[in-house]
């Protein structure tokens, strides 16, 4: 192999922002865990309950969190199998579980639209807090639509996008975790305070069976997203350190470990409390159907913001780290400052145009929700782990393996169809740019 071609890789490995530092700490990975994965998509879950009902909506949201949590303890276990390597990203691990080409083909697509796509939604929901926060502050103020926002928000990561890599993000990373417990302890303690609301309906949301099945679909998706760490849980698993005697996966399991109690402690109680409350007459963000104590609501929606703020970040750095390793290796750029300030720019920019034009919040949550989270979430990993281990056929872990990838298949196909009715719903009375 060539020398120099070695040497180039370790200098470029030392620039790219997901290799570039490796002394992060076990708490990092929980912080980092909980701002990936306790999204905006907490407050959509009393929604998605009102339209499984209580029997199905407990179930799907408990087998979520268990199925979520073994293929993540998969990703950790996976992430240094092979002696003296480490798969510091997800497109590495698929393609050594599927081979160089195949593995690319595979992975990259369905981790870029989940990266994108979350990226975009966040743009959405970062400028409709800030509106939120606005009109609650100030009801009797000027009008100033969502576009203007949304501008906002990325003006942020145009400046937040330049921290170069995962373990300088770190201090983002944390507040936008504590963030993410405070809006959800306001979303039901709010909703306990308010109590069950007068003539109450637990029935299933619509009234037809059609509009019944398509909304049991678009809750499905809904779940899904709110469940979707595992896209960025090689590359945080990276930053830490490792030796053959302490691998990272000790201290990046315990990271994981905690951050999936944190979820239960938002998750649980935000779409049960909210569901108890307002029936089936919740609003798909919980903060819309809570509007008072007026101060209360106003700093929830503030720290839905800065939440999101730091989430955007935590998606966008391994985009950032392929756009770059593009940039370098293939198109033969030298790694720079000014390499980075421009394509950076560019992608926060597409973001926020995308947002902009599209700013559907549900609708898109049970769309991107189904048809990308499914995969890398729920049975990708699965899929990898029967590659590369080849348990033995119906022993324990290859059930379990076969379960979790045909209820994530399904998933994957059903809960697209429901989010696309209600892009398409929604889109009926939708002015561009209003």
Not at 198 to 208: C, D, I, M, P, R
Not at 235 to 243: G, K, L, M, N, V
Not at 403 to 432: D, H, Q, T, W
């Amino acid at each position: 192999m060539d020398l120099e071609k070695v040497n180039d890789d370790k200098e470029l490995d030392k620039w790219l922002p997901i290799t570039a530092n490796q002394n992060g700490k076990w708490w990092y990975s929980t912080f980092h865990n909980v701002t990936a994965m306790v999204g905006a998509g907490v407050l959509s879950l009393p929604y998605a309950m009102a339209q499984l009902g209580w029997g199905p909506g407990v179930v799907v949201l408990v087998l979520s969190w268990i199925i979520t949590l073994y293929t993540l303890w998969q990703m950790v276990e996976m992430h240094e199998m092979v002696p003296g390597k480490r798969f510091n990203r997800y497109h590495e691990l698929g393609q050594y579980a599927f081979g160089e080409k195949l593995g690319l083909y595979i992975v990259v697509p369905q981790q870029l639209v989940v990266e994108v796509g979350v990226n975009i939604v966040y743009m959405v929901t970062g400028g409709k807090s800030l509106k939120k926060f606005h009109d609650t502050v100030c009801p009797n103020c000027k009008d100033i639509r969502l576009t203007y926002f949304i501008f906002i928000f990325a003006s942020c990561h145009f400046v937040l996008s330049q921290l170069p890599n995962f373990n300088s993000i770190s201090g983002v990373s944390l507040a936008a975790a504590v963030m993410s417990l405070s809006y959800s302890t306001i979303a039901w303690g709010a909703s306990v305070q308010k109590g069950k609301q007068a003539n109450v309906e637990y029935g299933l949301k619509a009234s037809t069976a059609s509009g019944t099945i398509f909304n049991v679909l678009n809750a499905l998706g809904d779940v899904a997203f709110a469940y979707a760490g595992h896209n960025v849980v090689l590359e945080i698993q990276a930053t830490i350190p490792s030796t053959p005697e302490k691998p990272s996966k000790k201290p990046m399991w315990k990271g994981v470990i905690f951050a999936y109690i944190v979820v239960a402690v938002c998750y649980f109680p935000v779409a049960l409390i909210g569901y108890w409350a307002f029936g089936n007459g919740v609003a798909d963000n919980i903060l819309i159907s809570l509007e008072k104590p007026r101060w209360l609501i106003a700093m929830a929606n503030m720290f839905v913001f800065i939440h999101v703020v730091g989430s955007y970040q935590i998606y966008a750095m391994p985009v950032f780290d392929m756009i770059e390793t593009v940039l370098v290796k293939k198109l033969h750029f030298r790694p720079s400052f000014v390499l980075r300030l421009v394509s950076r720019s560019i992608y926060v920019a597409f973001t926020c145009f995308v947002a902009i034009t599209f700013p559907f919040f549900g609708g898109l949550l049970g769309f991107f929700g189904g048809f990308a989270f499914a995969p890398t979430t729920y049975f990708l990993p699965c899929i990898m782990w029967l590659a590369i281990y080849k348990p033995r056929r119906f022993s324990l872990s290859w059930f379990t393996n076969w379960i979790c990838i045909v209820l994530g298949v399904l998933l994957m196909v059903l809960s697209p169809i429901g989010g696309l009715r209600e892009i398409i719903i929604s889109a009926k009375n939708y002015k561009f740019y209003s």
